[in-house]
Structure formats: C-alpha cells, structure tokens
C-alpha cells in the first residue's frame, strides 16, 4: 500500500456559533490542508497518484475558501465552520474527485495553526 499526501492553505476568518469564549468573536487563521490518498499499485510512470494532480486539486477547494468569511460561505452559512466540519467538508470534496480505481481519499487534515489540527478519516 502506499499512502501520498500533500499540503496546502488558504487564509479565511470565521467565528464560531453557539461557542462560548473569544473564538465565537470574528477572527482569522491562516488554515493549513492535508490531503492523504492510498493506493496499491503504481502506473507505468511508478506513481501511485501525480503530486501535481492531487496540488491541483486540493487547490481547487481551497481557492473558494481564500479571503472569505466562512460562515458566509456554504456549507459554513449553515454548519460550524469548525475545524473538524472543514476537514470532513473537504474530505467529502476531495474524495469525489480524487477517489477511483485503486485510489482512495483517506484523510483530511484541517489546522488553525501550525501546533492544532484536526483530521477526518475513511471509515
């Protein structure tokens, strides 16, 4: 099995609903993603995905989220936008497209910060 990530960010203000302390107040992260696929064989080339095409990708979801107020944004005009509820909104995403023959969408990795993070995972 082989298991390839990548990473990426975007930087998005939220406040979150129904939280009680500074972080229900509008404030900003620059939030960074990570991206786990698995895979059990290689193409012809010896890669099991193209980093480039699992970039571009992830970098298609992101985009939408850069600069913006997420609970303006949808799903988060309605869900939390938490750092949990980001990474499964994205895992979701990114498995939809990523996912096919022999490749899968593991994990989705979601950070406030560079010490904090929080990951949705395949089942």
Request: charge should be negative; include cysteine; hydrophobic fraction near 35%.
């Amino acid at each position: 099995m082989y298991i390839l990530t990548v990473k990426g960010g975007f930087s998005a203000a939220h406040a979150l609903r129904e939280y009680e302390g500074e972080c229900e107040e509008l404030h900003g992260h620059n939030w960074n993603v990570e991206v786990t696929v698995q895979t059990e064989g290689l193409d012809d080339v010896g890669l099991g995905v193209d980093f480039r095409v699992m970039k571009n990708v992830l970098k298609s979801e992101l985009d939408p989220l850069d600069h913006k107020f997420l609970n303006e944004v949808e799903p988060f005009d309605r869900l939390n936008p938490s750092s949990e509820n980001l990474a499964r909104y994205l895992f979701e995403q990114l498995s939809s497209k990523l996912n096919r023959d022999g490749v899968k969408v593991v994990e989705v990795a979601v950070g406030e910060s560079q010490n904090v993070r929080a990951a949705y995972r395949a089942e």
